[in-house]
């Protein structure tokens, strides 16, 4: 079965500096790949999504992720972190069906000031 | 934009109740989704629907039902309430299967 997961509950960074939040994926075929974010009392908003082509996906907010098929691997990436980045966020795969998404368990992201 | 409509944001009802979760797009989608959050097992699909009257289960529809009468609305039902279903419930829609989903703010219930 299609699946992602995201091996951190919690990452920390300060603001300013570089952050990454990681995402595995495991998938027969090409892999459809998603980025959510949640802020408090929100539902989920898109971020980004790769499908084919270039590796390297930008998305809303200044979000980047990097597709790696080698180390099958979509990690979530900002150059420089804002403390309104704090939020949870979700990787998510498309089902070998092609009718949903599979989605992680989430990786709540902490910036301090 | 897309928008997506819960008609609570808080519910707490009592154990054996029967619960009705209301959701409406906007935006003519046609497939729209019902997924359930809890801490640490992120989102599961309960149920998801990619046309009028048409509906699919997902991974854990135990226990609940749900109802498309019209395409812009997506209705869950808890038959009777337990309180393992005490959760965050988040409805979503999509334009395409299984592209980008748009969701609304979610329902938190509580059964007590």
């Known amino acids: 079965a299609q699946s992602v997961a995201q091996p951190e509950d919690q990452v920390n960074v300060a603001e300013g500096n570089p952050l990454t939040v990681k995402c595995t994926y495991s998938v027969s075929g090409n892999p459809y790949l998603f980025w959510y974010v949640q802020y408090p009392n929100r539902g989920l908003q898109f971020l980004l999504k790769y499908i084919t082509g270039d590796n390297l996906v930008k998305g809303s907010y200044g979000f980047e992720a990097e597709f790696n098929k080698s180390q099958t691997s979509f990690h979530l990436k900002k150059p420089s972190a804002l403390v309104s980045d704090s939020a949870l966020y979700f990787c998510a795969v498309r089902d070998r069906d092609f009718q949903k998404l599979v989605f992680g368990t989430g990786t709540r992201l902490l910036v301090s000031p | 934009d897309v928008k997506v409509t819960q008609s609570s944001r808080y519910l707490v009802k009592r154990t054996g109740e029967k619960v009705f979760l209301e959701c409406v797009q906007d935006m003519d989608h046609e497939n729209m989704f019902w997924y359930r959050q809890d801490p640490g097992l992120g989102l599961r699909l309960i149920y998801f629907?990619?046309?009028?009257?048409?509906?699919e289960k997902g991974d854990i529809p135990e226990g609940y039902s749900v109802s498309r009468e019209k395409k812009e609305r997506f209705s869950l039902i808890l038959e009777s309430a337990s309180t393992n279903q005490t959760s965050m419930y988040l409805c979503?829609?999509?334009?395409?299967?299984?592209?980008?989903?748009?969701f609304g703010p979610g329902t938190r219930l509580t059964v007590t």
């Open positions: 979503a829609s999509s334009l395409y299967r299984p592209h980008e989903q748009y």
């Open positions: 629907s990619y046309d009028v009257k048409m509906k």
